[in-house]
Nanobody
Framework: VQLQASGGGLVQAGGSLRLSCVASGRTLSSYVMGWFRQAPGKEREFVAAISWSGTSSNYADSVKGRFTISRDNAKNTVALQMNNLKPEDTAVYYC?????????????????WGQGTQVTVSS
């Protein structure tokens, strides 16, 4: 599956952004979908994931209560709504697809990746 992320940008602290990820090549309904991020000089880290049907989701502790992941399998899209953004949320954000077990937060378990979209939060 090919993934393309969009929606990043520059926003002030406390603001919101909505990231989108569009898939092509295969239907998304057979994949667990996730969002990861990578800040300069840091390793790529898990942000959020959503189950195949969208009934379950999990989040990194750092974004719980501020970010919401959703999916529309009919449109082959996944979104990440980010509210109350903080400067420490600044990173390149990646959408990813996995056929591994539900609940994994490991980069290694996500086989397909989008190109990334930059999110910059100013203080």
């Amino acid at each position: 599956v090919q993934l393309q992320a969009s929606g990043g940008g520059l926003v002030q602290a406390g603001g919101s952004l909505r990231l989108s990820c569009v898939a092509s090549g295969r239907t998304l309904s057979s994949y667990v979908m996730g969002w990861f991020r990578q800040a300069p000089g840091k390793e790529r880290e898990f942000v959020a994931a959503i189950s195949w049907s969208g009934t379950s989701s999990n989040y990194a502790d750092s974004v719980k209560g501020r970010f919401t992941i959703s999916r529309d399998n009919a449109k082959n899209t996944v979104a990440l709504q980010m509210n109350n953004l903080k400067p420490e949320d600044t990173a390149v954000y990646y959408c990813a697809a996995s056929r591994s077990r539900w609940g994994t937060q490991s980069v290694a378990d996500f086989a397909s990746w989008g190109q990334g979209t930059q999110v910059t939060v100013s203080s």
